[in-house]
């Protein structure tokens, strides 16, 4: 055999081999860089915002701080850093529901000392709750009914979604996914 044949060969099966290759590759999802906005209403304080929180691929700082502050543990007035996590499932439950509307905030971040009176007061508290670590706000909206927003978070796919009726309020956050 002539080392071109050869040469054309191992070229050929080369680039069999790279072909085959990319169709293993998955495929990376687009990040978009749009804005993110939220806007929330503490209806224990009376306090409301409405900001970008994340824009040109980083989070915007000042926002983020004013979102940690109106979601704040309102019983002692103690802030913790929200996950992202927590704010991107609102960004998108947001845009799920179709509303510009704020979100009536129920509850947001809770102190351990908070979250533990709460445990021994009221049935349905959890011990460990991802209120606690920035992970989870209850919440409710003027404009759209419980079902509705119950419906589109589980539709997210982006952490835990209890549905409280009798509470008026529906429970997100961005841990295991999972629904109550």
Known sequence: MHA????????????????AAVGLVDPVPAVSFAPRSVALYNIHTGEWLR????ADGHYIREAVRDI???????????????????LD?????????????????????????TNRKLYLQHEGVAKYSY???????DLRSER????????AALS???????????SDFVHVDCGPIRRW
């Open 156 to 166: 997210l796919r982006c952490g835990g979604v209890g549905y409280y009726p009798r």
């Open 144 to 151: 759209r009914d419980l079902n509705q927003i119950r419906d």
């Open 89 to 113: 499932l609102l960004g998108m439950l947001r845009d799920r529901l179709d509303t510009h509307d704020p979100f009536l905030v129920v509850c947001g971040y809770r102190s351990p000392t």
């Open 131 to 137: 209120h606690i670590k920035g992970m989870a706000v």
């Open 68 to 86: 940690n502050w109106i979601l704040r543990d309102h019983h002692s007035d103690e802030i913790r850093p929200m996950d992202a996590g927590v």
């Open 4 to 19: 071109s044949s050869l040469l054309s060969r191992r070229r050929l099966l080369g680039a069999a081999v790279a072909a």
């Open 51 to 54: 900001t970008v929180y994340w």
